[in-house]
């Protein structure tokens, strides 16, 4: 379309002449006339008409010196050099593996306190007998060795909410981790955050919400908005240590941190960066949250009474996933910059694919082909055979629908193309 448009005249789109001679023609208003100057001047300040000039028409493009092509992609290839984690099951990465691998629960079922309400305890007590879902996966909080400790994320920074304390917490253990926390501005300038976010802080909106309707506007922070923005995550990061590489933000659901790492392993790839700090963050065991997750009945509800057996994704009596929170961010890097450096590589990221359903707004397809083709395009990119993937991490929501709509049950196969994976 862009092709014919730009063809379809032999003078380029800037030029303005006037009609043949033999050609009536009613007299332009004054003010119509002014509109292509002041085109015009806006092409000149946007350096614009030297673009136009080659694309407007075939014979001015042939006449117009050649534009040189864009900067190739890179191509380097990236690896994992640093882990941070905040996680119910505590904090720090090593805390968290340890209790994962000792077979270690972290849900509980839901307290008053976890709700985050204003007001009387009475009030929150009777918030909390309504809500259907009442059992949570949350961070264990306070002063231990593996606990978290807000305040000492905060310091007092009125901008940072739950989920940037979070992000603040896991990138710094990652940074140290990887050995990297560069003071050359050169260095910084080649690393970048790319940290996304689900729903960021639904507790401040409720709160801000009440003092509206109590009246209260003159009180509400000025710090409010910076607090829910998903993109603070990343900002804050940023500002922390310096880095002035590219700052990213992504808000894709349960995708998000998986999106995260990819369009941050991509930025490398493309010389962006040559380190970028990647993960997602989320802090959302609140009233509001709770309440509208269990109206979607994506919440389990028959576990209430035992916690620890409520998160079953892949059992046939499973009624919904369990709210949870925290952070996991990765330090990227090319392997070349690694090397020269000396760090230590925990994996190197192959491949990354995307794709959307294009169904319906929670229910996946019932042949699966939304999952199929992001598994097989980072297949494609990553230049691995199906037979050579050890490991399949599902998405697995625990809800019923995704059961009765799962396109590969357990011990099944996947065959598309050249995707043929064992399901176990």
């Known amino acids: 379309m862009r092709k014919q448009a730009l063809s379809a005249t032999a003078r380029p789109l800037y030029r303005l002449s006037p009609p043949p001679a033999s050609v009536s023609h009613t007299a332009t208003p ?27 028409s075939t014979s001015a493009a042939e006449a117009a010196p050649s534009l040189p092509p864009p900067r190739p ?23 968290t593996w ?41 961070v264990p909080r306070g002063k231990g060795e593996a606990e978290f400790d807000e305040e000492e994320w905060a310091k ?11 992000a603040l917490c896991a990138a710094d253990e990652a940074l140290r981790d990887a050995n990297w926390l ?44 910076p607090k829910i923005l998903i993109n603070m995550a ?8 310096g880095f002035q590489g590219p700052n990213h933000a992504a808000v894709t659901a349960c995708a998000t941190g998986a999106h995260s790492i990819g369009d941050a392993t991509r930025m490398i790839q493309f010389g962006d960066a040559d380190v970028m700090v990647a993960g997602g963050t989320e802090s959302s065991i609140d009233a509001l949250s709770i309440a509208g997750f269990s109206r979607l009945r994506a919440l389990t509800t028959k576990y209430n009474s035992l916690p620890e057996a409520a998160s079953r994704p892949f059992d046939c009596g499973r009624d919904g996933f369990v709210i949870g929170e925290g952070c996991g961010v990765m330090v990227l890097e090319a392997l070349d910059h690694a090397k020269e450096r000396g760090a230590k590589i925990y994996a190197e990221i192959r491949g990354y694919g995307m794709s959307g359903d294009a169904h319906h707004i929670t229910q996946p397809q019932n042949d699966g082909r939304g999952a ?26 625990s809800t019923p629908l995704a059961y009765l709509s799962d396109p590969v049950p357990s011990g099944t196969m996947i065959k598309t193309g050249t995707l043929d994976l064992n399901y176990n």
């Open 30 to 56: 004054p003010r119509q006339r002014a509109a292509p100057r002041r085109m015009m001047r806006f092409l000149r300040r946007a350096r614009l008409l030297p673009l136009l000039r080659g694309l407007s």
């Open 73 to 95: 992609s890179a191509g380097r290839r990236v690896v994992v050099t640093g882990l941070g984690a905040v996680t119910p099951l505590g904090r720090g990465v090593g805390r």
């Open 98 to 138: 340890d209790r994962l691998v000792s077979g270690g629960c972290a849900v509980r079922a839901l307290a008053a306190e976890d709700l985050r309400l204003p007001g009387d305890a009475a009030a929150t007590g009777r918030t909390l007998e309504q809500l259907p879902s009442r059992v949570v996966a949350a």
């Open 156 to 166: 007092g920074n009125k901008s940072v909410s739950g989920f940037i304390a979070y």
């Open 182 to 225: 560069p003071m050359e501005d050169e260095k910084k300038e080649r690393t970048g955050v790319s940290i996304g976010g689900g729903i960021g802080s639904i507790s401040d909106i409720l709160d801000a919400s009440q003092m509206i309707i109590e009246n209260r506007l003159r009180r509400l922070s000025p710090y409010f908005i």
């Open 234 to 241: 990343s900002g804050h990061v940023s500002m922390r240590y």
């Open 372 to 397: 199929i083709l992001a598994m097989k395009r980072a297949l494609d990119q990553s230049g691995l055979h199906a037979n050579e993937i050890d490991y399949l991490n599902a998405h697995a929501t």
